[in-house]
Structure formats: C-alpha cells, structure tokens
C-alpha cells in the first residue's frame, strides 16, 4: 500500500490574505496501487540486462595442395630406361595423369632398332610404325630427360585444344609425352639420335590428350 498525504486548504483564508496563515488539515489515506501499475514501478535492485556477444570463430587454414610425385623405380630396369621414365612421368603426374610403365619387350626392340637406323643414316625422320607413338630427337650427348624437356616445351603453342592436322606438327611431341590412353614407353639412343615409342600410341587427330 501507498501512504499519500494531502494537505487541504481553507478557501476563506486564501481569499482573506495571500499572506494569511493558513489553517489546513492533514488527512493520510491509503490508496491501493493496481497490480499493472506495481509492475511498472522502478526495483533499485533489479539487474541490468546485458548481451553476451559469442567470440569469433578462428578462420580454418587451408589445406595445402599435395605435390604431384612420380612412381617409384621400376624394377629389373636400366638407369638409362629409369631416368627415360621418370622424366615422362614426372611431367605427367603434374597433370595428375597415370604413369606409363616401361616396356621391355617389341617396344623397347623396335625403339633400339630405329635409333641405329637414324645413327647409320645420319638424319632424323620417323618410322612411321602402324599402332605406335613415337618422338625422336637429335642432340651431341643428349640426355632423356634433356629430350622430354625439349618436346615438352612444345607446350608453349598449344592452345588447349584437341590435335588436328594443323597443330600437330607444332605440338605432337608434347601431346605424345603427355596423352593419357598411353600405357608404356620405351626409349634408346644411338650416337646423337635418341628415339621414345609409346603404346598405345597417341596423337588422334580430334581427340584430346588428357
């Protein structure tokens, strides 16, 4: 309950004088306060509301990309075949295409047969072996990997497009090392003149290489 006091006035005493003492009377009552209006009433000692703002979550980092990496050796191989293959597929597997593997058998037969044919004849042309690929190079003390290097800098004029008959001699090295239904190699060297085959051979006019 809320004791209010009023304090009541005589009417005759103001007219009388403004300076007049004034008779009053004190009358307290106690007036009952409706519920909707206690609850709108001040608590000193109510709490304050106040906002928790959650923390920010920390940034995920990124995973870091996994270096492509070529097969490892392959067995009962020379160091010459080796260092062949691993400069083939270390190109490859930058664009995540399969290994090729290395072939001792015809493959490898008609690669060396072809080198001592460019070496005796002293000049450079292509076998032209139905079913086969084939890059050959030309170069004083060449090496395998200096020959892939070589085609692969073909890569250069290619325009990410298939092979056609007017791109082919431009970048055929390239795709050859690069197309992706080829499953082995097989590379030799005669003198100055150097020659890889593949199978199954690549280069299909239309087609893509990887």
Excluded at 23 to 51: E, F, H, L, W
Excluded at 171 to 180: A, C, D, K
């Amino acid at each position: 309950m809320l004791d209010l006091t009023v304090l009541l006035l005589s009417p005759l005493a103001l007219a009388q004088s403004p300076t007049a003492t004034v008779n009053s009377t004190i009358v307290t009552t106690d007036v009952a306060i409706p519920a909707a209006v206690q609850g709108m009433c001040y608590k000193k000692n109510r709490p304050v509301p106040t906002t928790t703002i959650p923390p920010k979550p920390k940034p995920t980092a990124a995973p870091k990309p996994q270096t492509p990496q070529a097969p490892p050796p392959q067995a009962g191989i020379s160091s010459f075949a080796q260092s062949c293959l691993d400069a083939h597929n270390r190109y490859r597997a930058q664009r995540g295409i399969p290994p090729l593997s290395w072939n001792s058998g015809s493959l490898l037969q008609h690669a060396v047969n072809w080198a001592i044919t460019m070496f005796d004849d002293n000049s450079m042309f292509h076998s032209q072996t139905p079913g086969m690929g084939e890059n050959i190079a030309m170069g004083s003390g060449m090496s395998c990997e200096q020959a892939v290097n070589m085609w692969m800098g073909e890569e250069a004029s290619w325009d990410g497009g298939p092979v056609s008959g007017s791109n082919y001699g431009v970048i055929g090295h390239f795709t050859q090392v690069m197309w992706r239904d080829s499953k082995e190699v097989s590379c030799s060297a005669e003198g100055s003149f150097l020659v890889c085959n593949y199978y199954p051979q690549g280069n299909l006019l239309g087609h893509m290489p990887f």
